[in-house]
Every structure is written in structure tokens, then in C-alpha cells.
Antibody, heavy 121, light 106 residues
Framework: EVQLVESGGGLVQPGGSLRLSCSAS????????MDWVRQAPGKGLEWVGR??????????EYAASMTGRFTISRDDSKNSLYLQMNSLQTEDTAEYYC????????????WGQGTMVTVSS | IQLTQSPSSLSASVGDRVTITCRAS??????LAWYQQKPGKAPKVLIY???TLQSGVPSRFSGSGSGTDFTLTISSLQPEDCATYYC?????????FGQGTRLEIK
């Protein structure tokens, strides 16, 4: 089955860290650029960042508010994507989705179900 | 690049023609996609490259525009179209989404 499954969300205190994972199956993970998108409760979608594929040297891009705090990585041998989040703030509370970028249509054509991160004392 | 959607919400009847607009703060060529998100679910791509219908999406959905002004049109609203709709640009990093348009069925 073609799917993305996120894990690793939970409750963390302000200033803390958390690592999210996204497990891919049913497609050639290594071929694709992968993104993280988040959504605060009751709010709209916010792009977090991207990691490109090996052919593009695994380069990354981040939204300005995440640069320096968040790091995206991937392990193609495990068909897995990661989001390391440090110095978390209450405004980082959100559902975090991983998304596959279709090179053909240049749109996110596959999304995970999301994992919830709550930053609170 | 800021994307401004209008309206922020709307209510329409089954069978109505519905149009949602997305305006970019600067030109983005045709590097725009439209997504539909239902409550508690992940988004789903409807339109890419501003006007190309994603495979499997009903033909009542269509997109148009280029440069700074874009529209998503539902030609005949169906009950299952109740959702929030987002535009997204990928002309320039950082990728940005519009604030969303909540569509309700009367």
C-alpha cells in the first residue's frame, strides 16, 4: 500500500526537543523530495521544510521561523524521513504532516495522517 | 510570497457554481496548486500547475490563472465538497499557502 506514516509526536516542555519520523511504503522513496507541513489547531497549513533526493545531494530548505531550530534528514535505506525539532516554543504546537512531492506534478500527492506535537509546561 | 485567498469562508447550495480566488503578492508564473482538506484529514491535491486536474479528481473542479491571480472553480457543488481549500505556491522558497477558504453547504 502506498502510504506515509508519521510517529514521534507528543507533549514536550518549552525549550525541549522532539524527533518526528515518517515511514514510507509502496513507492520508491529514494526518488522523491520530501517535505514537512504543519497545522496549528484550528489554523491553516504552514510549510516547514524540504529535503531533496540523493540526485539533488539531499539539500534542504526551511521556513524562516524554523531555520536553525529544525533539521530535516532522511535514511533512504530505511525509507524514512525525520524532523528534529529543538528549542521548541508554544507556537510550534501543531499537527505535523510529512508529504511526498511528485516530481511530475510538482505538488504534494501523498500525505501522512499527521502526528500531534504539543508544547506546553 | 504572500497568498491571499478570498473569501475566507462561504456557504453555498448543492448545484451552485463556486469560485475561490488566490492572489499572490508577486508573480509566480503558474507554480500554484490547490488542495482540499476535510476535517480531521490530511490535505489532498486537486489542481497543479494552476490549471491541471490531478488524476482521480472530479471534473467539476477546475483552476485558472497565472502571474498573480488564480481561481479555483467548482462547477456544480456537491455535498462531499464541504471542506477547506488552500492554494500553495512553489515559485519561490519558502513555499507558502493561502490562509484557506472554508466552504459550507447550505
Amino acid at each position: 500500500e502506498v502510504q506515509l506514516v508519521e510517529s514521534g509526536g507528543g507533549l514536550v516542555q518549552p525549550g525541549g526537543s522532539l524527533r518526528l519520523s515518517c515511514s514510507a511504503s509502496g513507492f520508491i522513496f529514494s526518488d522523491h523530495h520530501m517535505d514537512w507541513v504543519r497545522q496549528a489547531p484550528g489554523k491553516g497549513l504552514e510549510w516547514v521544510g524540504r529535503i531533496r533526493n540523493k540526485a539533488s545531494k539531499y539539500t534542504t530548505e526551511y521556513a524562516a521561523s524554523m531555520t536553525g531550530r529544525f533539521t530535516i534528514s532522511r535514511d533512504d535505506s530505511k525509507n524514512s524521513l525525520y524532523l528534529q525539532m529543538n528549542s521548541l516554543q508554544t507556537e510550534d504546537t501543531a499537527e505535523y504532516y510529512c508529504a511526498k512531492l511528485s516530481g511530475r506534478v510538482n505538488a504534494f500527492d501523498l500525505w501522512g495522517q499527521g502526528t500531534m506535537v504539543t508544547v506546553s509546561s | 510570497i504572500q497568498l491571499t485567498q478570498s473569501p475566507s469562508s462561504l456557504s453555498a447550495s448543492v448545484g451552485d457554481r463556486v469560485t475561490i480566488t488566490c492572489r499572490a503578492s508577486q508573480g509566480i508564473n503558474s507554480y500554484l496548486a490547490w488542495y482540499q482538506q476535510k476535517p480531521g484529514k490530511a490535505p489532498k491535491v486537486l489542481i497543479y500547475a494552476a490549471s491541471t486536474l490531478q488524476s482521480g479528481v472530479p471534473s467539476r473542479f477546475s483552476g485558472s490563472g497565472s502571474g498573480t491571480d488564480f481561481t479555483l472553480t467548482i462547477s456544480s457543488l456537491q455535498p462531499e465538497d464541504c471542506a477547506t481549500y488552500y492554494c500553495r505556491q512553489h515559485n519561490t522558497f519558502p513555499i507558502t499557502f493561502g490562509q484557506g477558504t472554508r466552504l459550507e453547504i447550505k
